[in-house]
């Protein structure tokens, strides 16, 4: 091949790539599988690898993540990112109306475009010729942070717009949008936190805000963030007569659009999808806080002008929030098995959207100080996500005199030890301390880890007061009288528990290494660990660069697992436990599953799994599965009223399988 054909072929390749990532990123509705699409990629991976200077900025290949910045820089928005007025009822929303038509002097109806009001982070990105050039956050609304290197990894940002033979792109255009975390998603990343015993996201706009201001954007590759986009800012070389054209035109751009988005005629008609989304806002994938109305005619807005930073032309009309205000009689420092100290105040307990609460997290110290939270106040509560309750801010008018901020102690509350401040957490670095190791062993024994049935925190807690525990290990040295010794136990009950543990005492490598609570090591890392380096000896001697070689292995848990296998007292732990008689059997192969090679695709809804913990089974014995039926397809696993897919796997000869059937080969049933 010459040099000209191999850019050729990359040039193509991107294109497949591109229009591939459009159908599935933003259409939702792929056209190939998604070992088909590895291999495009890889192929495209393997010429850029060999000739450099044949990466694009518009690459695919781009979409990974870059090296960690020093500092983000900051950027000019070339026009002000304005915020948006509010109404907090219907009545509002007609006000509103009413105030324009006096304001145009008209009696016509104005026609508005409504759209739901995301809640994530509005950010500006730029395109040149059609190219992504730069990217950032709101910030104050005149200059935000250059987050070009994050923006650049989510999959529904093209890199380049897509042009029509109808019409030129813009000399240069800037796209104004929402970034969020889908609630899936966020549900996800909090629960891999909580295995890798780190402090969890508040609500899926602070684990979107969190993700999108790394400085290594290879972490923000990580998280499925999103994008809706929803306005411009400065247009050259193109001219928009109406919001709705905006909104039309970034979909043939290849830009993601809300599919929600409603042209109202007149402002019965708004009011009427805006109740439509209250009733709906709990089935989103997302989550909303209210609907954004904007008047659609381009001229219109222009005469309606801005006021106080906000444009006079559109409104959120928000949706009543599950907030109550209670009293803080107390705040407390929770230590974590990783020894993160956790504000949380404790409340007069209140009823907040049908459930009472009591408690609610103040996050870390920087949320205190931010929220400046102190003991004594009167704050208004929320739960966010419907779940945790937060702490969303002091009614200052009612604070009483003489209190004071609250500081996070810098001994443990618990053992006293030295705490110290890693980022935003207060960590306390007593490996003994009390709490932390009750905490560690409840992990250590728990289903994922050890699985010590009966085993509960109760138990633990004894244990560890009386000094008959001191680590994890000691659970294998401990005899009948020593657990008799424990409230309410009786010889059978005491029997029962030494039964467990000798039970838990043969176990897997991959269990093994996830009991032991190594930072960022949670279940799935833990398992790849197992298969990789097969045995503890092997693992206790690996280095940061062997570590970094493994997928899904970044560079802060290479680091974490070197430097748990430095500190002398785990490796202590771990010859202690072999002393118990822990036994680990062969690590879980990779290879050799029952569906190895096998490709599934899933249609209709199935009764005793959700999607993703079948695609786990199916992953678990070396299976894939892809979202699209075609010709190498083995299985079509059917639910209840199964779409499309079914006709077509029919059509490709592909084999379809009941639930029942699955169940069987898996022998679940
Ligand atoms: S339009 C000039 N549309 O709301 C109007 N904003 O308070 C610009 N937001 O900073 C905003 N969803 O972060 C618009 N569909 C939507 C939105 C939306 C969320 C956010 C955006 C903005 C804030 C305005």
Not at 451 to 473: R, S, T, W, Y
């Amino acid at each position: 091949m010459t040099m000209e054909d191999i850019k050729e072929k990359a040039r193509i390749l991107r294109e497949k790539i591109n229009f591939h990532n459009h159908r599935y990123y933003v259409l939702d509705s792929p056209e190939i599988s998604d070992g088909e699409y590895d291999r495009l990629m890889r192929e495209l991976q393997d010429i850029e690898a060999k000739h450099p200077d044949l990466i694009s900025p518009d690459s695919p290949t781009q979409k990974v993540g870059a090296p960690p910045l020093e500092s983000f820089g900051t950027l000019e928005h070339s026009m002000p990112m304005l915020s948006l007025q509010n109404a907090m009822n219907v009545e509002e929303l007609r006000e509103f109306d009413a105030r324009l038509k006096r304001s145009l002097e008209t009696n016509f109806d104005i026609e508005y475009v409504a759209e739901p009001k995301m809640d994530g982070l509005a950010v500006e990105l730029i395109y040149e010729g059609g190219l992504f050039k730069v990217g950032s956050t709101r910030g104050d609304g005149i200059r935000g942070e250059n987050i070009t290197l994050n923006l650049k990894t989510i999959k529904s940002i093209p890199l380049r717009l897509k042009d029509s033979p109808f019409d030129e792109l813009p000399e240069r255009i800037s796209v104004r949008g929402e970034v969020f975390l889908p609630l899936e998603a966020f549900s996800m990343l909090n629960k891999k936190r909580e295995d890798e015993g780190e402090p969890l996201f508040a609500n899926p706009r602070n684990a979107a805000a969190g993700s999108l201001r790394q400085l290594d954007s290879s972490i923000t590759a990580k998280r499925p963030l999103d994008i809706y986009s929803y306005g411009v800012g400065e247009v050259k070389g193109k001219n928009f007569i109406t919001q709705w054209e905006i909104l039309q035109t970034f979909k043939d751009y290849g830009l993601k659009v809300n599919p929600l988005i409603k042209k109202c005629e007149n402002i019965d008609v708004a009011i009427e999808y805006f109740e439509e989304m209250s009733r709906r806002r709990n089935e989103l994938p997302y989550e909303i806080d209210g609907v954004v109305f904007k008047v659609n005619n381009i001229r219109l807005q222009g005469e309606l002008g801005e006021i106080a930073r906000s444009p006079r032309w559109a409104i959120a009309c928000k949706f009543p929030p599950a907030q109550e205000h209670t009293v803080v009689n107390e705040i407390i420092a929770s230590v974590g098995r990783t020894g993160v100290l956790t504000p949380v105040a404790i409340l007069e307990p209140v009823k907040v959207g049908g459930v009472v609460v009591s408690k609610a997290t103040l996050h870390n110290q920087d949320e205190v100080d931010r929220k400046d939270v102190r003991e004594g106040d009167t704050v208004i509560i929320q739960r966010a996500g419907d779940v945790i309750p937060e702490v969303v801010s002091v009614i200052l008018s009612r604070r009483k005199a003489g209190s004071k901020p609250y500081i996070l102690p810098d001994t443990c509350p618990d053992c006293a030890g030295k705490v110290v401040k890693e980022d935003a957490f207060h960590r306390c670095l007593n490996s003994s301390c009390p709490t932390r190791l009750k905490e560690s062993i409840r992990h250590f024994a728990g289903k994922n880890g050890m699985n010590i049935d009966g085993l509960g925190f109760k138990h633990i807690e004894q244990m560890v007061d009386k000094c008959l525990i001191k680590d994890p290990a000691d659970l294998y040295h401990l005899t009948i009288e020593d657990i008799l010794t424990l409230d309410r136990f009786a010889e059978k009950s005491a029997q029962n528990i030494i039964d467990s543990i000798n039970k838990s005492r043969n176990t897997t490598l991959a269990r093994l290494i996830y009991s032991l609570g190594i930072r960022n090591v949670g279940e799935s890392t833990a398992k790849i660990l197992a298969a990789e380096f097969g045995s503890m000896e092997r693992l206790k001697k690996t280095t940061i660069n062997e570590l970094m070689e493994v997928d899904e292995v970044g560079p802060e848990t290479a680091a974490a697992i070197t430097g748990f296998f430095s500190a002398r007292e785990n490796l202590e732990l771990i010859e202690k436990l072999w002393e118990g008689e822990v036994y680990c059997s062969a690590p879980e192969k990779r290879a050799g599953g029952l569906f190895e090679g096998k490709l599934f695709v899933l249609t209709g809804t199935l009764e005793s799994f959700n999607r993703n913990e079948i695609k786990t089974l199916i992953e678990r014995e070396g299976g894939k599965v892809s979202s699209s039926v075609s010709k190498k397809t083995t299985y079509l696993l059917a639910g209840e009223g199964p779409g499309s897919k079914y006709e077509k796997a029919l059509k490709f000869g592909v084999d379809i399988l009941s639930e029942a059937e699955l169940k069987k080969m898996l022998s679940l049933d």
